[in-house]
């Protein structure tokens, strides 16, 4: 793997060793389709492409030196495939803002009405679908696109392609949001029949045939942080 000498990239690294890895290892279902938001150099993609090999894996990732290095890091990967862009609720055109303390993680996506030299044009779960054939979805995603998670959910525009997701692991940006639109995520994936826990930063969204394993992980963790009781 390649890290770059300075920034955020050994923090990412210990991190998702950390406490990624450990939630997938104890994972006892498969994924075989694996959607994958905010890649940045590629640690948690290089987890999931170990664990499940055979799984297609579309990793998107929309800082252009986060992307070149996660493009690097995963080509050994034949079941990864890399988008250098963000992911949105449509197809639109984005700006890219910098992250508070100018680290390589963090960055950030605004969308805008007239493409320029320094946009990008993003990519919705429907039109992923659709350029790699998966007419029958993503059935696992892992999202950390820094608040762009409220646009990805606004409305009932994903109500299609949730369809077929049993699993959601979300970082939730509460302090880039309103609170309706974080009264509005939770009220609409409830909805959709997903119930939550909680995985160190992540908010883990399972079916019903999922939610045993969740739940009683939960607790698990949270018997270990008061000294193994």
């Known amino acids: 793997m390649m890290l770059r000498p300075k ?3 050994a923090d990412i690294l210990v991190h998702m060793i950390d406490e990624y890895s450990e939630f997938l290892a104890s994972l006892t279902w498969t994924p075989t389709t694996i959607l994958e938001g905010g890649g940045n150099m590629g640690v948690a993609t290089m987890l999931l492409a ?3 090999p055979v799984a297609t894996i579309v990793t998107l990732e929309p800082e252009p030196g986060n992307c070149w290095l996660l493009q690097v890091n ?5 079941n990864v495939n890399v988008e250098c862009t963000g992911l949105w609720d449509k197809d639109a055109n984005l700006k890219i803002v910098p992250s508070d303390d100018n680290l390589d993680w ?3 996506t605004l969308e805008v009405v007239q493409p320029s030299a320094d946009t ?3 990519a919705s779960v429907p039109s ?3 350029k790699y054939g998966l007419a029958g979805g993503f059935d696992y ?3 950390d696109i820094e608040g762009a998670e409220w646009k990805v959910f606004e409305g009932d525009n994903a109500r299609g392609w949730l369809g077929s997701l049993k699993l959601l692991s979300l970082e939730v940006h509460n ?7 974080a009264q509005h995520l939770d009220s609409f994936l409830q909805g959709q029949g997903y119930s939550k826990s909680l995985h160190g930063e992540y908010e883990v969204w399972a079916v019903p045939e999922l939610e045993p394993y969740l739940h009683s992980e939960q607790k698990i963790k949270q018997n270990k942080m008061l000294g193994g009781i």
């Open 141 to 143: 995603a892992k999202l």
């Open 106 to 108: 963090g960055w950030r």
């Open 120 to 122: 990008i044009t993003a």
């Open 74 to 78: 995963t080509r050994a990967f034949p």
């Open 175 to 181: 302090h880039m949001a309103t609170p309706e639109q």
């Open 50 to 52: 170990h664990m499940y």
């Open 128 to 130: 992923l679908m659709r």
């Open 7 to 9: 920034g955020s990239d």
